[in-house]
């Protein structure tokens, strides 16, 4: 019977297991197509074993660096690069090793990941934070206390929830109602409503919730020394307000907005959760269903005047894209360059 070894990777004081599954999922995450990416695991995990140095006798284990494991995945993607199994316009080495190093930055990353009722934004910032935090986190304790540089992700409506049961209807009214129906604080009837007025209520709702927005940004960037990924209705495209003052100059922000351009699908989207089928609170959205719209297209306007990029949530992939556009405009930035990492490339984008 063939024997089976563990595959230590180490990191600092940290370690951790070497899994194929871990690492296929890595891959997958920076855009390489399942197939391949377990084609390369298994390749990485065959190249381990077969290197004496790693082997420890003592406790009968592999034992190699993060950096170790970190060379012989660019050497594969390279030469998958070469028999042609990847495109080399694609850049996945590059990709892989920009990620892996993203924590190690000399300025923070914010995020922000605007989005209507609906559209699918929490799911998309959730899971980007969950695959770059997976990509820096090999080879590192599951369980460590350190989560510097890390991504944590917070949404804009969850906040708007928590601060509700603090401020009185009569002080801060806005925060009472849904962003979509915030305009019936002026007591119009919802057969008589017009567009301007959802977006008055709507803008009010804003204007109200920046303070908390900025507090949260200052206290994950500064206090906590980490990268953020906010999400929620209340970011508008390249809403300057929404950043401190004094963090303007300390950290590189990108803006995205999320919208779903398919009517259908988004009232059924609505139905599931006005069933209660997500964790969302029951609302009646379907009653609310053209106001809900007007804010996804007043969304949709602005993001186009302030060349905001946008993409469809009924497109695949768009955590993937959000990571290409970031990589795209940050790879030579004296603050990201990937040629300054341990694991390095010698060769220029083409």
Known sequence: ????????????????????????????????KENIAMELAKE??????????????TSNTYKLTSD???????????????????????????????????????????????GGTGVGSTYIARNLATKLNSIMEAGQDKYRIDKKGMFKW???????????????????????????????????EIE???KKKVIRGFLKQVESMRPALNALIQENIINNDSCLIMEGIHILP????????ELKNQLYVSWYLITLENKE????????????LTPRSQRDYLKYFKQIRYINDFLKERAI?????????????????????????LKFSKRYDIRNSVININREFK
């Open 1 to 32: 019977m063939k024997e089976i070894y563990d595959i230590i990777v180490t990191k600092d004081k940290d370690h951790s297991i070497f899994s194929r599954y871990q690492l296929s999922n890595i891959l997958k995450y920076i855009g390489i």
């Open 265 to 276: 699908i988004h009232t059924k989207r609505l139905e599931l959760r006005q069933k209660g």
């Open 238 to 245: 390249k809403d300057k307000k929404i950043i401190p003052i």
């Open 305 to 329: 005047a302030k060349e905001t990029l946008i993409f469809d949530s009924e497109k695949n992939d768009i955590t993937v894209k959000i990571m290409d556009d970031l990589f795209n405009r």
């Open 44 to 57: 990485a995990n065959k190249i381990i074993l077969n290197e004496k140095d790693f082997f420890d006798e």
């Open 68 to 114: 170790q494991l970190c060379g012989i995945i660019k050497n594969l993607l390279l030469a998958y690069e070469d028999k042609g199994l990847l495109e080399k316009k694609d850049a996945f080495p590059e990709k892989y090793i920009f990620w892996r190093n993203v924590r190690n930055k000399v300025m923070p990353l914010l995020i922000l990941i605007g």
């Open 192 to 194: 008589k409503v017009h």
């Open 154 to 188: 917070v949404s804009t409506d969850d906040t708007r929830a928590i601060l509700r049961p603090y401020f009185s209807r009569e002080f801060l009214p806005e925060l009472k109602t849904s962003t979509y129906n915030a305009w019936e604080l002026s007591g119009e």
